[in-house]
């Protein structure tokens, strides 16, 4: 078995390098739809198991997401509780949305102090090390021995039994209906702030997130902006974030600045992931635009599930294929391409 990948062991050429790696299904179901925000509630449910497995620890935290706006923004807090009712299913939102007062979001978060006369706490959400991932990842792979061909580009698929093809957005050659959100990070060391889960901000033009990483690391995004764009952070992004971090905390002031970082997210026009089979040795896994850590568990097992199908001959043509996936838990995500269109 063998892995290319056009970037280093570390990944720094993906969009996995630079996000936030936080698992929000709930959150997200501001902008996502139930079939995002079901994957990402099961697995956050898996990420744990994957994590005891791996050959290196991950920093990895339950501890839930706060939501938070101020006062003149208030208008913004009953639109996005309208959106969570709506897109997360019923059972993540009953369980999981807390409305605290001024008093009680202090308490939930001390050193934001009564800065907020409400917020919101969602108890179950989580959020891991993305770069962390990445490296115990590599190491998993060599363990098994795969074959790893870091800085590896390919543009013509390998001459293999079978192929995966998950090169995010430089798949788009295979797949043009692909396209690139912009999304912009500040990365940024910030001792003494001590915030115990990522913090979201609500604002009409730039919402925001404070994510606390181990070693009072923070990441704070993200933009989205519409395009193939891989030039580093404007200077409007930048003053956009970063004043927005200083206004929910002013300790932010003094952080250091590590790193400003650009990537774009590989969105297909539904805004779903796929996994395409092509109807003959490849598969596409693609499409997991905001969302790649939240669903990786339940979207990497049914692209598993699916080539295991392939190879062992229990999938041999679109007939089949689509008895298949009836079968399927995911089965939105799965198509053949020379089956007729999947709704
Ligand atoms: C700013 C930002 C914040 C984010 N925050 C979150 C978050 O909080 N939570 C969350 O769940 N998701 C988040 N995401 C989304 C997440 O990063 C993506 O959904 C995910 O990384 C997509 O995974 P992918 O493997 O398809 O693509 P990528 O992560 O881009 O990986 C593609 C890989 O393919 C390789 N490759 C590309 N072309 C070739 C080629 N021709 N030959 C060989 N190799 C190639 C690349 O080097 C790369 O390693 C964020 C994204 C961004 C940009």
């Not at 078995?1 to 709930?26: F, K, N």
């Not at 006062?71 to 993540?92: I, V």
Request: aromatic share 8%.
């Amino acid at each position: 078995m063998a892995l290319y990948d056009r970037g280093d062991a570390a990944g720094t050429q993906s969009a996995a390098w630079v996000a936030a790696a936080m698992l929000a299904p709930l959150a997200e179901a501001a902008s996502a739809e139930l079939l995002i925000t079901e994957l990402g509630a099961a697995s956050l449910e898996r990420w744990p198991g994957f994590i005891a497995d791996m050959p290196e620890p991950v920093f990895f935290q339950r501890n839930g997401t706060l939501v938070v706006w101020h006062a003149g923004d208030r208008a913004e807090a009953p639109l996005f509780e309208r959106r969570l009712r709506a897109n997360a299913p019923s059972a993540l939102f009953q369980n999981g949305f807390v409305k605290l007062s001024g008093a009680q979001v202090a308490a939930a978060e001390p050193s934001l102090g009564t800065r907020f006369p409400q917020g919101w706490l969602l108890p179950n959400e989580g959020q891991l090390d993305n770069r962390q991932v990445l490296n115990a990842l590599g190491a998993g792979l060599a363990e098994r021995n795969v074959d790893l061909h870091w800085n590896t580009t390919i543009d013509t698929p390998p001459d293999a039994h079978f192929v995966i093809d998950c090169r995010g957005l430089g798949g788009k050659p295979a797949w043009p209906a692909l396209r690139g959100i912009r999304g912009e990070v500040a990365r940024v060391h910030a001792p003494g702030i001590g915030l115990m889960r990522p913090v979201r901000l609500l604002h009409p033009r730039y919402p925001l997130y404070i994510a606390p990483k181990q070693d009072d690391l923070y990441v704070i995004g993200a933009t989205e902006v519409e395009g193939e764009d891989m030039s580093p952070m404007s200077v409007r992004s930048a003053l956009e974030l970063l004043s927005a971090a200083f206004a929910v905390h002013p300790g932010f002031g003094e952080a250091r600045i590590l790193e400003l970082n650009s990537q774009c997210r590989p969105t297909l026009p539904d805004h779903r992931p796929a996994i395409v089979w092509d109807g003959a040795r490849t598969l596409r896994v693609n499409g997991l635009y905001r969302h790649g850590y939240m669903i990786a568990p339940e979207v990497a097992d049914s692209a598993r599930a699916l080539a295991e199908a392939l190879l062992g001959g229990a999938i041999t043509d679109p007939d089949s294929f689509d008895d298949w996936r009836g079968r399927a838990r995911w089965s939105a995500l799965l198509r053949c391409e020379h089956a007729a269109p999947v709704l």
